[in-house]
């Protein structure tokens, strides 16, 4: 037994089989454990410093895993040196600012106000190729569209639009929207979990009532129930079998906007008059843009 754990964790030219196998074993719990003890920075977004830390201590890993001549030891102190000093720079550069800069960087405006930032780009080695295919990555298609793109030290891009292009939101419509809630999971597999129910505040006859306007007549059909905002109730049945539910009046609502965007378009394609039909056209956009963000509210109704 003295002889394994010596090959296991000292230096030995001639290892048996189960001696590779427990030095991997216990090489993965030990720098596990190490990694663990430097803090979740490692695991993050990588900064420069970061992506040097990560190359090195794998590096010693894997040294250690393959030259038994070496003390697994020997690893797993080099591997904490450069975490715990890894570690201490992080604490510091929460302190000074200027370490910070060194450490991870400083992000870089590469458009500004719809303008590119040329000497910037050169600066941080963007090419407008580069520039392009980042802002595609962050759904802009359009240059037009920007107001400004940063640089930041991780690698990633930071878009902001312009105003005029932003998606309508319920403040812009100076709509007063209650704060959602975390959706959470009332039925699993049949089974009611309590606990969730009482989070939300709601109760058991709340779910079996609101189970049986939707049809359900066995709790056992339901593979997943879950509860959300304002006592809405989704769920997923056995079998696909979809539950029998009548319109209500938040649906009924949704039609009757619905039938005034008809009618908008309507009343512009007859008008003869440019100035009423653009006014038909406007009131008909901004009515559908309102539709679409209260149509979830009036689908759960």
Known sequence: ????????????????????????????????????????????ELTTLDLVVAITIGTIIGNSLTDYRSSLWIAVLAAATWIGLHWLI?????????????????????IDRGKIQEQNLAKAQVNIDRLTQLLREKNVAKLADVEFAIL????????????????????????????????????????????????????????????????VKKLKDVVLAQAGDQGSLHLDLKNDVAPVTKPKDNQKMLAVLKKCSADLASFALETKNPEAKELYLRCQERLNQAVKLVNPYLQQG
């Open 90 to 110: 992080a604490m510091a550069a929460l302190k000074f600012p200027w370490l910070r800069t060194i450490v991870s960087g400083r992000p870089r405006v590469l």
């Open 1 to 44: 037994m003295t002889d394994l754990w010596s090959q296991v964790t000292g230096r030995s030219p001639d290892m048996t089989a189960l001696a590779v196998i427990l030095r991997g074993a216990l090489a993965y719990f030990v720098f596990l454990a190490v990694i663990r003890l430097g803090g979740s920075r490692t695991a993050g």
């Open 152 to 215: 930041e030290p991780d690698g990633g891009l930071s878009v902001v639009k312009k105003a005029e292009v932003l998606p309508i939101t319920p403040q812009t419509l100076g709509l007063r929207v209650p704060p959602s809630t975390l959706p959470r999971t009332v039925v699993a597999d049949g089974k009611v979990r309590k606990e969730n129910l009482s989070a939300l505040g709601l109760s058991e006859s709340w779910l079996m009532r609101e189970l049986h306007k939707q049809g």
